[in-house]
């Protein structure tokens, strides 16, 4: 393990595409979390394992979760390197859908605010202030709905090429959250949006901004899978893991079949219910979601359940404490 070299441990370890090192027995010295996640298993778990308990004898590619990932073999002194990348035709359509989510995510808005605008500069001796008030509010809705996709992509394309930069801070979670309620009750005027806090929490050690983004992508699902006038709750508490806070977002909307629950945090990826038809998205949010979390220490857990009258949707996310060690912090931004 120790003949690995750094440099490459550091690079490969954050890359979406698995990685995987084997020495002359195929055993498994290394395994990115690309490719620990691919499987499904802990990294920790998979060292030692023989390579063909995961990738087939003599064949070049290999089918998993549906997509046929090609595997290429690299040789240096110590160990074998194998990369799976996902087949050309796949990645085609991965492409294509990656254009066609984001041309109907930035049209819908953009025509909105274009017609929206046009008819009040066309009109605007003829609308009463009910109605200019009532338009204005969908451009400033339908913006929102913009900055938010334009955010979510530029996170996306620095995931990819760079490990982007954290700002690692003590940071208060209630009143982060409580400026999140508050963008978004404009935009769910109907659902009550309600933050329950321990006593005494302490406060987490997060980048300020991306916490932020965090909570807004997940309490803005949360409300947009919920039936009109549904609750968002927020909980605020202590974890029982040592050191880390807990933060549950809950709903009582559509919720998620347990065979959809592996896919949600993929890229681009939305499930088909009747409220994702009615509803907009781009199928990053939780793709960004589940990567910050992971790149400040954090974890991220859902349970959901699509059965009437009970159904709905628990993220819960553990972030660590602000009263870690320096040194702690240290790690952190080296990660
Ligand atoms: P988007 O909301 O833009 O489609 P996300 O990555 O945030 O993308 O979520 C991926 C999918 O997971 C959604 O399309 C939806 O089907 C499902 N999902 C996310 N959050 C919830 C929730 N709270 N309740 C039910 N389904 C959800």
Excluded: W
């Excluded at 109907?190 to 987490?204: D, G, L, M, R």
């Excluded at 699509?306 to 240290?330: D, H, M, R």
Aim: negative net charge; hydrophobic residues 35%; aromatic residues 10%.
């Amino acid at each position: 393990m120790e003949k690995i070299e750094v440099n490459f441990k550091k690079i490969v370890e954050k890359l979406d595409s698995p990685v995987l090192a084997v020495d002359d027995d195929n055993k498994i010295v290394y395994a990115n979390t690309g490719f620990c996640s691919l499987f499904n298993t802990n990294c920790e778990l998979i060292t030692g394992k023989n390579l063909y308990d995961f990738l087939p004898e003599d064949k070049d590619t290999v089918v998993i979760k549906n997509y046929t990932y090609k595997i290429t073999k690299y040789d240096d002194e110590y160990y074998s390197y194998y990369y799976l990348s996902v087949a050309d035709s796949q990645m085609e359509k991965i492409y294509s859908d990656f254009i066609s989510t984001v041309s109907h995510e930035l049209r819908t808005p953009l025509t909105s605010i274009r017609g929206f605008a046009d008819t009040m500069l066309m009109s605007y001796d003829k609308l009463d202030k009910a109605q200019i008030q009532k338009f204005l509010t969908i451009i400033k809705e339908q913006s929102n709905r913009l900055i938010k996709l334009v955010e979510n992509l530029l996170s996306v394309s620095k995931i990819q090429v760079q490990h982007s930069n954290l700002v690692f801070k003590s940071v208060n979670a209630k009143s982060v959250i409580e400026q999140v309620a508050y963008i978004l009750k404009n935009q769910y005027p109907t659902h009550p949006f309600e933050i329950q806090c321990a006593s005494y929490v302490p406060n987490i050690l997060v980048d300020e901004s991306k916490f932020q983004q965090i909570m807004i992508n997940l309490m803005d699902n949360a409300a947009k899978y919920s039936y009109e006038k549904g609750a968002v709750i927020v909980e605020i508490a202590d974890s029982q893991k040592e050191n880390f806070v807990s933060i549950k977002v809950k709903d009582h909307g559509v919720g998620i079949e347990p065979e959809n629950m592996g896919r949600i945090f993929e890229k681009f990826t939305r499930i088909e219910n009747h409220l994702t038809r009615k509803t907009q998205g781009s199928g990053l949010g939780l793709y960004i979601v589940k990567d910050l979390i992971e790149k400040m220490g954090g974890q991220i857990f859902v349970e959901s359940s699509t059965e009437l009258p009970k159904s709905g949707s628990v993220f819960e996310i553990l972030l660590p404490v602000a009263s870690y060690t320096n040194q702690s912090k240290k790690r952190l931004e080296d990660r």
